[in-house]
């Protein structure tokens, strides 16, 4: 099983990973953590990149998330799916067709083809949305700002409303949940849907 972890910067994505992380492994299920940018040596380089290093062309920046993801999908999400384990990541392709297609304003189809070829087409089971303000997303990240955060809230805003158009078109794949809940209310509701011990 292949669950994707999305939503704006701060949305609480990693805390919930670990939350669902340590139920299923409670109960003997082989689970993989991962993440996109960064959940290979390559993409950690290309992480220092995207995130922490100087000025980068849109289509330059679709390019390395999707490289960074092509390298990923390839050498430890798709051994693990063929394992059996459950792979739990944080961000997929969404990310890109919100961040690069919605935030960036490059054509989000385009950048949805782009990813579909790097993974050689590999969707997520399920991919759950945890739908963040940009105001939120911003109180929570505190002062620490990547590159990508510290776009303006006109472009977090894109971002946001992107992402629910994505779940909206596909409400099958999609479990989408209110960010500003406790944290164990929107795990409760994660492991409901996951559907799991
Ligand atoms: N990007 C990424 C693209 O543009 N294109 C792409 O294709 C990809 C893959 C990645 C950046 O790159 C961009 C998107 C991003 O800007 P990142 O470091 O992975 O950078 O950034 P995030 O994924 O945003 O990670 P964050 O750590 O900032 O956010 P999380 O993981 O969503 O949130 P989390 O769990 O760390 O929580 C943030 C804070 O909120 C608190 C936590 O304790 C923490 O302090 N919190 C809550 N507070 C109140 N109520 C709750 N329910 C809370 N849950 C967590």
Request: net charge negative; proline share 5%; charged share 30%.
């Given at each position: 099983?292949?669950?994707?972890?999305?939503?704006?910067?701060?949305?609480?994505k990693?805390t919930q990973?670990?939350?669902?992380?340590?139920?299923?492994?409670a109960v003997?299920?082989?689970?993989?953590?991962?993440?996109?940018?960064?959940?290979?040596?390559?993409?950690?380089?290309?992480?220092?990149?995207?995130?922490?290093?100087?000025?980068?062309?849109?289509r330059?920046?679709?390019?390395?998330f999707?490289?960074?993801?092509?390298?990923?999908?390839?050498?430890?999400?798709?051994?693990?799916?063929?394992?059996?384990?459950?792979?739990?990541?944080?961000?997929?392709?969404?990310?890109?067709?919100?961040?690069?297609?919605?935030?960036?304003?490059?054509?989000?189809?385009?950048?949805?083809?782009?990813?579909l070829?790097?993974?050689?087409?590999l969707?997520?089971?399920?991919?759950?949305?945890?739908?963040v303000?940009?105001?939120d997303?911003r109180?929570?990240r505190?002062?620490?700002?990547?590159?990508?955060?510290?776009?303006?809230?006109?472009?977090?805003?894109?971002?946001?409303?992107?992402?629910?158009?994505?779940?909206?078109a596909?409400?099958?794949?999609?479990?989408?949940?209110?960010?500003?809940?406790?944290r164990?209310?929107?795990?409760?509701?994660?492991?409901?849907?996951?559907?799991?011990?």
């Amino acid at each position: 099983m292949f669950i994707a972890f999305e939503g704006g910067d701060g949305a609480g994505k990693t805390t919930q990973i670990e939350l669902l992380r340590e139920r299923l492994a409670a109960v003997g299920y082989d689970v993989v953590v991962t993440r996109e940018p960064g959940g290979t040596e390559l993409g950690a380089d290309i992480r220092q990149v995207l995130l922490h290093g100087g000025d980068v062309a849109p289509r330059a920046e679709a390019l390395l998330f999707a490289a960074d993801r092509a390298h990923h999908i390839a050498t430890v999400v798709r051994p693990a799916l063929r394992r059996g384990a459950i792979v739990l990541q944080d961000r997929y392709i969404d990310s890109s067709v919100a961040y690069q297609g919605a935030g960036r304003e490059l054509d989000p189809l385009e950048i949805k083809r782009l990813s579909l070829w790097a993974t050689q087409d590999l969707v997520p089971d399920l991919t759950v949305l945890l739908d963040v303000t940009p105001q939120d997303g911003r109180r929570r990240r505190g002062q620490v700002h990547d590159r990508l955060e510290s776009e303006q809230d006109d472009f977090h805003a894109r971002v946001r409303e992107h992402y629910l158009q994505l779940a909206a078109a596909e409400p099958g794949r999609y479990l989408v949940v209110d960010a500003s809940l406790p944290r164990e209310e929107i795990a409760a509701i994660v492991a409901e849907r996951v559907g799991r011990p």
